[in-house]
């Protein structure tokens, strides 16, 4: 940790005790978590008190950490034919948080994530609060604090589902406003849950069952393997067999 990063750490530690807890440092950005009871009070202060001034809100995100880190692509033992040849079929959509392949250390399965600027120390903060509880995501809002938060939260309470408590006109900013669901959970199904088309006959629009069959979609991953190291390989193969005809006409001069 450099000396500011280590000066700011131990602003915040030494001001709010416990409610918060020091992160690590991403990009020269510190992170600090924050319980949801304390949002509002730290996030407060962060912007009124003279050693921090953070008066300005960049950014605010909803993350879902249903499969944080993980690969679906099998990168060892695959088959050579299929569309999901590579794929070990347990992305996210195939299991819920309780039932997740890989145990994380991670409180909740939601987090709402804020970036902060400081014009006047020339300094930057990153705040995560994870939702109290997966089944009902309630954060408190900081519209009231920053104003820019505004459609920044009503961006991930469209996408997310995470409700912010307070805030003054929650609703869709995105998707319609008879979407089901929300599109960035990542048990949201691909194919959508229904099909919507113009009706000629009947003059209106018509909603029914999705028609299309469901396929994987896994990430595109980058693998060191053999399809992208042709070149190396071929000068190789190319190195080895000058070698063993340089030795075989060694050979035969000796021999003659």
């Known amino acids: 940790m450099s000396e500011p990063e280590k000066a700011i750490s131990e602003l915040l530690t030494g001001r709010f005790g416990e409610r918060v807890a020091i992160g690590n440092t991403l990009k020269g950005i510190l992170t600090i978590e924050v319980e949801a009871h304390s949002w509002l009070e730290v996030c407060r202060a962060l912007r009124d008190d003279e050693d921090f001034h953070f008066e300005q809100l960049t950014d605010l995100c909803g993350v ?66 994870f939702a109290p509880d997966e089944g009902m995501l309630i954060v408190p809002s900081l519209v009231e604090i920053w104003s820019s938060a505004n459609w920044y939260e009503r961006e991930a309470f469209d996408l997310f589902g ?28 691909l194919i959508g849950n229904v099909e919507v088309r113009y009706d000629s006959q009947k003059k209106r629009l018509v909603y029914e069952p999705v028609g299309i069959e469901p396929r994987v979609g896994v990430p595109r991953v980058l693998r060191n393997d053999s399809r992208y190291n042709s070149d ?22 000796q021999e003659n």
Request: charged residues 30%; negative net charge; aromatic residues 10%.
């Open 64 to 129: 879902d950490y249903l499969s944080y880190g993980q690969s679906e692509w099998d990168t060892s033992d695959a088959s050579t034919d299929g569309f999901g040849r590579g794929v070990e079929g347990l992305g996210p959509g195939r299991f819920n948080w309780a039932e997740r392949p890989e145990a994380k250390d991670l409180k909740q399965r939601f987090a709402v994530v804020v970036h902060l600027l400081s014009f006047k120390k020339n300094r930057r903060l990153r705040l995560r609060c």
């Open 162 to 189: 995470i409700v912010f408590e307070g805030h003054p006109d929650l609703r869709r900013i995105m998707t319609d406003h008879g979407f089901t669901g929300h599109p960035f959970r990542k048990d949201f199904p």
């Open 232 to 253: 190396d390989l071929d000068l190789a193969a190319d190195s080895a067999a000058e070698e063993i005809a340089a030795k075989e006409t060694t050979s035969g001069e």
